[in-house]
């Protein structure tokens, strides 16, 4: 008789070592996500149906092109609308918090355990008040650095989010240009005003800023009031 060959097939055991084994070379050794230096301002993604995030032109928009109008919803604001915070929705491992202080801190530090995701200590040369400020993580030194939104999240729910879908609103969110690691004290000032109530302390970064305020605008459709036009439209008269 004769003898039967041995199957060449793995069993769901074998099988599933060597993806174990495969998964975990790629987590130890596989390409880390890029990071941007200090500084530069990241490009969103393209717009798709699942992101919602549009690109954001953060350098002489077209102000002439916004939208002029009041607040249009009646629904109250709620932060929840807008997505866990700081969702990590690139999906690089890293949530959008560190995202942004990598990105606008120097001589960063990262704790040992984080896999170069979650800053321990930085230094933040802060656009809206000119300081420099040492970030320490901590319970009582953490929000000596805070993220702001340039475009506040309640200040676009006004404007037009209030119309979007969840996802889209989280990633309005988390959208870097619409980011930044600024003084805590000057965030907490500023809340959710638009420029005619607040604009930064440090008088030399108020064109950006409006730039940066016009450009998030026009990139995800939303209005601007008229008082916060009229603050823009001044400010941009005296931009180079």
Known sequence: MPRRRRSRRLSLPAFLVIVLA???????YGPEGTRSEAGDWWAPSAP???SGAPDVVTSNPDLAALVVAGPGS???????LFGAAWADVDGNGCDTRNDVLIRDLVDIAFRADSNGC???????HDPYTGAVIS???????SEAVQID????LSYAWQH????????QRTAFA??????????????QSKSDSGPAEWMPPQGGYACTYVDRFAGVLLAYGLTVSPADYAAMTTVDAGCP
Request: proline share 9%; aromatic share 8%; no cysteine.
């Open 48 to 50: 798709s149906a699942t």
């Open 174 to 187: 988390n959208d870097p240009a619409n980011l930044s690691a600024v003084d805590g004290p000057a965030n």
């Open 160 to 167: 037009g989010a209030s119309t979007w879908t969840d996802v």
């Open 74 to 80: 009646t629904t109250p604001y709620d932060r929840d």
């Open 135 to 141: 970030f320490v993580r901590g319970p009582d030194t």
């Open 118 to 124: 979650i800053v321990r200590t930085g230094t933040l």
């Open 22 to 28: 495969v998964a975990v070379w790629v987590y130890l």
């Open 149 to 152: 939104h340039v475009v506040p």
